[in-house]
């Protein structure tokens, strides 16, 4: 038996599911999507964005990769948010990192994994940016705040990006939203970096950011 068949079978009996609760669910689909929300996570297998908001296939538009990240030249995440913006005309767009996320903790300890090292410079120069906030804290508590941080980092970066200023200045509404899921209890923690207009772009930022506090510098240094 093919090793695969499972899979189909699982498919057959979901498809079958789907349509008895709902008659007509995938003909109405295969016509339009119009999903209000874009989630940007990591491509972590334990964080599948549809089952942890309980929506169902056509309700939010996806884009995943290691360490849910947004860089400036990144083609693949910008075309797909021009899409969602433009062509979906999304009203949420949620950046979403995990706890434990296995990219964050690499660029942490200077871990290789791989080609992913390139990519995940991206966290490093996080870490190293966000360094006095993360010092003087112990290794599992850096993990978790350098995956807060750069879920605050990500959401300032689609916030910059031309498709989203241009929406906003079209007067499209289009809030940006930074959460991070709990892989331990399944649960989704808002980050309050909320953006929804050029203009609250760098408060929101600020005031995100300041909840991680510096170490104090000591007298003199
Ligand atoms: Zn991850």
Redesign the pocket.
Known sequence: MNELQPLFERNAQWARQIEARQPGFFERLARQQSPKYMWIG???SR?PANEIIGLDPGEVFVHRN???LVVNSDLNALSTIQFAVEHLRVEHIMVV??YG????RAALRGTRIGLADNWLRHVQDLRLRHRKRLIHLDESAQEDVLCEINVIEQVGNVALSTVLQDAWARGQKVTLHGWVYGLRDGLLKDLAVTMDRPDNVMPAFVQAIKRYPRLAQPEGA
């Open positions: 990591c491509a972590d964080v290691v360490a849910n990192g995990h996320c296995a990219g964050v």
